[in-house]
Each structure stands twice: as C-alpha cells, then as structure tokens.
C-alpha cells in the first residue's frame, strides 16, 4: 500500500502566484508612472537647446551684420537648428511682449530676464541684450521660462 500523504504535488500555490502577480503588478505601475515624466523631461530639454540655438543665431546675425540686430525672426531662424519648435514658433519683438501660448518662443531685443521665471523686461538692459520667453511642462501644467544671451 502506498502512502499519499508523504507524495508532493509539482507546481505552485496559489498564495506563489498571488505574489508574483502583485511584484508584476508593481513593477507595471512604476513603469507607467515614470515615462510621461521622462517624455515631459525629453521635451523641455529639447526646447531649452531650442532656445540656445536660437539666441545663439541672434548673436551670429548681429555679429555677421556689424552690430545690426535682426528686424524680424525670419532673418535669424534659418540659421538655428531647431528639434522641437518651428522657425514660424517664434515672435519677435523689441518692447518685451510676451504671450500665454505655449507652444510658442517670444524672443525680445533689448531686454534682459530679471529671474528665470518672469517674463523678459527692458529696464537695466542694453540694445545688445536678448531675451527669450518660452514654456516648459511641469506635473501640474506650464511654466514660462526665461533665458538671455
């Protein structure tokens, strides 16, 4: 006569698998967490190296023309390499107007960024300064940024 109760049955509990279901479980929920926060990341970076080359084309008109500043965004956007914007994203202005629209760069002559996160003003600037308004993604919306060249 064989004895049953000393044979093991292969295979797993069903408490086994309720853990692994609930590592996967977890692991999945970080993942989805993070990866919009790394493609918002993605893109702000992309649009700050937008904003450098576009200040930077500023800069090389000015110098390529004898210390004459463009007259309109057309005669600098051909020369930066932008990945994120288009060169018709971009307003150009010499009175620091700025706009609420997200999805576009408001470059200002003569003006200077008093903090990273106001808006660009011309008091304690000179005609050679440059300063450009743009939108980042945070968690909660957007934020405008400033940057100067």
């Given at each position: 006569m064989?004895?049953?109760?000393?044979?093991?049955?292969?295979?797993?509990?069903?408490?086994?698998?309720l853990?692994v279901?609930?590592?996967?479980g977890l692991?999945?929920?970080?993942?989805?967490l993070?990866?919009?926060?790394?493609?918002?990341?993605?893109?702000n970076?992309?649009r700050?190296?937008?904003?450098?080359?576009?200040?930077?084309?500023?800069?090389e008109?000015?110098?390529?023309?004898?210390?004459?500043?463009?007259?309109?965004?057309?005669?600098?956007?051909g020369?930066?390499?932008?990945?994120?914007?288009?060169s018709?994203?971009?307003?150009f202005?010499?009175?620091?107007?700025?706009?609420?629209?997200?999805n576009?760069i408001?470059?200002?002559?003569?003006?200077?960024?008093?903090?990273?996160?106001t808006?660009?003003?011309?008091?304690?600037?000179?005609s050679?300064?440059?300063a450009?308004?743009?939108?980042?993604?945070?968690?909660g919306?957007?934020q405008?940024?400033?940057?100067?060249?």
């Amino acid at each position: 006569m064989s004895n049953n109760k000393n044979r093991k049955e292969g295979g797993f509990t069903i408490i086994e698998v309720l853990i692994v279901l609930a590592i996967a479980g977890l692991i999945m929920l970080i993942v989805f967490l993070a990866v919009p926060a790394l493609q918002r990341n993605s893109r702000n970076t992309q649009r700050k190296n937008d904003i450098s080359a576009i200040l930077g084309a500023v800069s090389e008109y000015t110098n390529n023309n004898g210390g004459v500043q463009p007259a309109a965004a057309s005669d600098f956007t051909g020369n930066a390499k932008l990945g994120y914007y288009k060169s018709t994203d971009v307003s150009f202005s010499t009175n620091g107007t700025t706009g609420t629209n997200v999805n576009t760069i408001y470059v200002t002559l003569g003006a200077r960024c008093t903090n990273a996160t106001t808006a660009p003003a011309t008091t304690n600037a000179t005609s050679r300064n440059v300063a450009a308004w743009f939108y980042v993604e945070t968690a909660g919306g957007t934020q405008g940024q400033c940057q100067e060249s």
